[in-house]
């Protein structure tokens, strides 16, 4: 799920180096007699050969705990993350699944809170659900595991599931700045903005300089003169220059000072904002250019998947385009007929076509991986995806995935999935690139600081579309924003028919509908369909020349 940077704990990259997960067996609750001293040795033994760094040692003593069902959880863990080390990421996925299935009978909250996390980086989400759900976990007395598992599940947009583990967590500690920033913003995802605001509002007053509930609370509604929180804002850019939180603190500035039509000392906040998070992410442009360019040739059909692999069960809609260009809008949209089940940001077709190619990295598409994927069994990764997901919908026959950025997977996408639907938001160039220009981002999009990066790669994207759909004709559907907003039925008819659809007034009314929306558009989603942020980059049509002059014709 890629959202708005808001103080979460960082995604782990699929393979990065790492320690293991938290496994502390002097903490286990097994009674001394169920814990033979033999297996408590080889674990002992294990461990330290894994401090040591011989890791092909540690891998021969945790390998003899897998008979024992006392140890196979904790010995499965280990395994699975020695085998990322050494980049064999199906053997991963196989081992956490193991270990995922002595989960019912295991009573160590803290690992289980490991093995979830683990499930989550290993792209095995209804797996982690099942072990957050555990009676071991729900009726924990530890609020760090938790608060941990609270915030995975917020993560991965499960807010109305972790709201309980963070409450529960909070009344252990009795209070927290950072509980509740957790706990507002499982509210403002669930739609309860008012109980959002109340809680951000208390994490401020314990620590006036979180800057994450500062950022957050600017969204929850347009500013007033009467009611704003401006000079709060810049008390703490004062307090805190070029501090950790900084970024966050500048973009709250700049919608605060925009929502109040002072324009040019937004675009002072904004701009410093923008020079701060810059500074922070690392923009490879050269191997984003590799990318594309690999895309861009001719894909192969040896191992394009058969219509009859995938005959039966719930139909993946996916909605691709640039983040800001209204994707959000379309899930909701989609996500009010009966007959679909709003998904949100997936990631399982990354995660699939990593497996398929065992290939571990990050969870975007790399030019290694694009490479590797020329060959790899797109069948197999289609499969794959609908068993990873199929479950989100619920007993319905469609189901959405809005993952903006799986446009970059179009190619393989209308291969590996036959009777998957494929809509495409299309935005006008400007709106698209300021829109991202102003929003900050967790964990993806890099290019969205600089605006000649952003300008560049809105040419690269709008290519790459151009290309899928020469290469896959009609599979595509263009869904432009500025006519949606105008003519929501129209438009709607057109998108429902592409999907095979009947027609259902009610998806029109998407101010009505309840249910977590956790991107950058979760506030706006809880409003009516209306155009008020069409040509919105003219308010700051001076400062945008940058951008407009490097989109060229584009712009026109």
Known sequence: MLRVLAGAIPRGMVGRAQQGPAITINAHPMESKRMPPASLQVWQDAERLLQAQNQEAAGAAYSSLLQDPDW??????????????????????????????????EQDAALLEALCRQLIELGELQAALECARSSAITGARDPAVLAGVGQLLSDQSFPDQALPLLQRARELVDDSADLRYQIG??????????????????????????????????????????????TALRAAVARTPGGAGSPLLHYALFKELDDLGETQAAWQSLQAGMRMRRAEVHFDEEAEEALFECLLQPLSDVHA???????????PIFIVGMPRSGTTLLERILGSHPQVADAGELRDFNFQLRWACDQVGGPHLDLDLARSAREADLAEVG????????????????????????????GHIA??????????????????????????????????????????????????????????????????YDRLVAQPEAVARQVLAHCGLDWDPSVLAIEARSGAVATASSVQMREPIHARFVGQWRRYEAQLQPLLKALGEAAR
Not at 434 to 462: C, I, T, V, W
């Open 305 to 315: 998947a058969e219509p009859a692999d995938h005959s039966h069960g719930p139909v």
């Open 415 to 480: 291969q590996a999935l036959p009777r998957a639907r494929i809509l495409h938001m299309v935005r006008e160039p400007m709106d698209t690139c300021f829109s991202n220009l102003k929003e900050l981002f967790a964990d993806a999009y890099p290019h969205s600081y600089d605006q000649g990066e952003m300008a560049r790669h809105f040419l690269r994207y709008q290519a790459l579309m151009a290309h899928w759909h020469a290469r896959f004709p009609g599979r595509i559907l263009d869904v432009h």
């Open 72 to 105: 196979r959880l904790p010995a499965c863990l280990r395994l699975s993350s020695l085998a990322l080390e050494a980049e064999r990421l199906r053997e991963a996925v196989e081992l956490v699944l193991r270990a995922s299935q002595s989960q019912a009978s």
């Open 383 to 410: 499969r794959r995806y609908l068993s990873h997901t199929q479950w989100y919908a619920n007993g319905r026959d469609f189901y959405t995935d809005k993952l903006p950025a799986n446009f970059i997977h179009v």
């Open 185 to 230: 913003l499982c509210r403002m995802y669930s739609g309860d903005l008012a109980a959002a605001a109340a809680e951000l509002d208390g994490c401020l007053r314990l620590d006036a300089d979180f800057a994450p509930a500062q950022r957050i609370r600017s969204k929850l509604r347009r500013q007033t003169p009467d009611d704003n929180h401006v």
